[in-house]
C-alpha cells in the first residue's frame, strides 16, 4: 500500500504548535507529509479554542478543508483545544469531521486513521486529563534554528475570564531531565534559539520539586555548548522573583526579553479577574527588571472591556501604558467565555466600547513603538536571520519574538544562511520593523 500524505494546518498558540509536532512525528514514520490541501489524503487541523475570535477561526478553517474531501482527501481530522472543548457539539454540528480527538489523545491518531480508512467508521476521543503531558520526539514546523521548548502543560490560576484550566487541566511541570535532554537533541539538530513555554512559566517545577525553579532549569540549558539564545515567555509578574531577575540579568545566553502577561493594572478588575497581584507588586516588578538588567525588553499583553471596567480603570491602564513604555504589546477585547467565572458577571461592557479601548491603547503603543524604534538608529545589534524575500534578508535581535515582535530588514553583498547571525546597524524605523546594513564589527 502506498504511503499516504497528510497535511496540518496547526492553529493558534506555541503550545499547540508542540502538540502539532509531536504527532506529525509519529504519523510520518508510515506516512509523508505534504503543504498542499489538494495533495493531501488525510487533512488535520489543531484547533485552538481560548477565545472566540480563535473560536471561529477553527470552525472556518474546518469548512475550508472539508471542501477538499470533495476530491483527494479521504478524512478529515479535527484536534486541539476546541474539539476538547466542545466535542460533542462539533459532532452534531458538523458532520464532516471523521475523526476527532482531544488534547490528550494525540497518540490515538494513527490508529483511528486506520480504522476509519478500512471501515469508514468515525472515531472521537476526548478524554480530559489532569496527569498527562505531551512528549516525545517532534518535526519542526519552524525554521529550525529556533524551536519552542514546553516545560509544563496546564494551570492551577484560575483567572476568571480564562478556560484553560478546563481545557488543559491543572499545573503539571516536565521533569528537569526530560526538558534538558529534549533541548540537547533539538540542539544537536541545528537548533540555536530555544524558547521556553508554558502557561505559567514562573511556577516551573513547584509541583515536582515543591520550589519554584525557572533559574535553575535555565542555568542548566545554558550549559549546552551550541545553543546561543534562551528566551523566555509567559511570565507571571507576580511571580517573578529575585533570582530569576538575576538569572536573566546576568546569563549571557538568556535574551533580555521578558513576556509578562500583565492583563490589566486596576486593583479592582484583577481583583475581579482572579488575579493574584496587584498594582503595586506589578510596578515593583517592572521596576525591578528596568533597573536590574540592562536593556531589557518587555512585552506584555492586555485586557479591555473586562466586566465592570469602568472609565476610571480603563484611564488607570492607559496611564500604565503610556508611563512604562512597554517594547512589545498586544491588546485583546474581553471575551464572554461559557463556564467561565467572569462570563456570569452581570456589568458585561458593551462591544462597541471594548473595540474603543482597544484602539484607544493601541494607538498610544504605536507612537510609543515607533519613538522606541527611532531611539535605535545608529546602534548595532546581533541579528539572527530567519530569511530572505529575494532583496532584504530578514532577522530579529534579542528583543523580538518569532512572528510576534516585529523584524529587521538588511541587504548585504555576502550570503547568510538562515540562522546565521549578522551585525547589523540600524539605519531607517518603521511603526515595528527596522532596517538596517551589515556591519563587520562586533556587536559586543
Known amino acids: 500500500m502506498d504511503k499516504l500524505k497528510f497535511g496540518v494546518i496547526s492553529l493558534g498558540c506555541d503550545k499547540n504548535r508542540i502538540d502539532s509536532e509531536i504527532f506529525i512525528n509519529k504519523l510520518l514514520k508510515n506516512n509523508t507529509l505534504t503543504n498542499n490541501p489538494k495533495e493531501a489524503d488525510i487533512i488535520i487541523v489543531n484547533t485552538c479554542g481560548f477565545i472566540e475570535d480563535s473560536k471561529q477561526e477553527s470552525i472556518d478553517t474546518i469548512l475550508e478543508m472539508a471542501n477538499f474531501k470533495e476530491g483527494n ?32 489523545d494525540y497518540d490515538k491518531l494513527d490508529q483511528y ?10 472515531e472521537a476521543s476526548c478524554n480530559y486529563s489532569d496527569d498527562a503531558i505531551n512528549e516525545g520526539d517532534r518535526t519542526l514546523s519552524t525554521p529550525g ?34 526538558i534538558i535532554d529534549e533541548a540537547k537533541i533539538l540542539v544537536q539538530n541545528g537548533t540555536k534559539e530555544i524558547i521556553l513555554v508554558a502557561q505559567d512559566t514562573t511556577r516551573y517545577g513547584i509541583d515536582l520539586y515543591g520550589k519554584k525553579m525557572l533559574s535553575d532549569l535555565i542555568n542548566e540549558l545554558s550549559k549546552i555548548n551550541e545553543l546561543e539564545w534562551i528566551r523566555v515567555l509567559y511570565c507571571y509578574p507576580e511571580e517573578i522573583e529575585e533570582d530569576l531577575i538575576k538569572t536573566i540579568a546576568e546569563n549571557d545566553k538568556v535574551c533580555k526579553y521578558l513576556d509578562i502577561p500583565i492583563q490589566h493594572i486596576s486593583n479592582n478588575i484583577l481583583k475581579t479577574m482572579g488575579r493574584r ?59 464572554q467565555e461559557e463556564d467561565t467565572p467572569a462570563a456570569s458577571m452581570t456589568d458585561q ?14 494607538a498610544i503603543q504605536k507612537e510609543i513603538s515607533m519613538n522606541l524604534n527611532n531611539s535605535k538608529i545608529g546602534k548595532m545589534f546581533d541579528v539572527v536571520v530567519d530569511g530572505f524575500d529575494g532583496e532584504y534578508y530578514i532577522g530579529r535581535n534579542y528583543e523580538m519574538t518569532p512572528q510576534i515582535d516585529g523584524a529587521i530588514y538588511f541587504k548585504c553583498d555576502k550570503i547568510f544562511n538562515i540562522g546565521e547571525i549578522a551585525h547589523v546597524k540600524i539605519i531607517d524605523s518603521l511603526e515595528y520593523d527596522l532596517v538596517g546594513v551589515v556591519c563587520h564589527e562586533s556587536c559586543k
Open 145 to 178: 534554528h529556533y524551536a519552542y521548548l514546553r516545560i509544563a502543560e496546564g494551570c492551577s490560576n484560575h483567572c476568571t475570564y480564562c478556560i484553560i484550566p478546563k481545557i488543559r487541566g491543572k499545573y503539571r511541570s516536565r521533569k528537569m531531565e526530560a
Open 277 to 335: 497581584g496587584r498594582k503595586e507588586d506589578i510596578l515593583n516588578t517592572i521596576n525591578s527588571l528596568k533597573n536590574k538588567v540592562d536593556n531589557i525588553c518587555l512585552r506584555t499583553s492586555l485586557i479591555v472591556g473586562f466586566p465592570g471596567e469602568t472609565t476610571e480603570d480603563f484611564e488607570e491602564l492607559i496611564e500604565l501604558v503610556k508611563n512604562v513604555k512597554f517594547n512589545n504589546l498586544g491588546v485583546f477585547k474581553y471575551s
Open 349 to 362: 461592557i458593551p462591544e462597541e466600547i471594548k473595540e474603543t479601548r482597544r484602539n484607544e491603547i493601541m
Open 113 to 122: 486513521i486506520n480504522n476509519y480508512l478500512e471501515k469508514n467508521n468515525k
Open 73 to 104: 482527501c479521504k478524512a478529515l481530522v479535527v484536534t486541539g483545544c476546541l474539539s476538547q472543548r466542545y466535542g460533542k457539539e462539533l459532532q452534531e454540528l458538523l458532520p464532516e469531521i471523521d475523526i476527532m480527538v482531544g488534547v490528550n
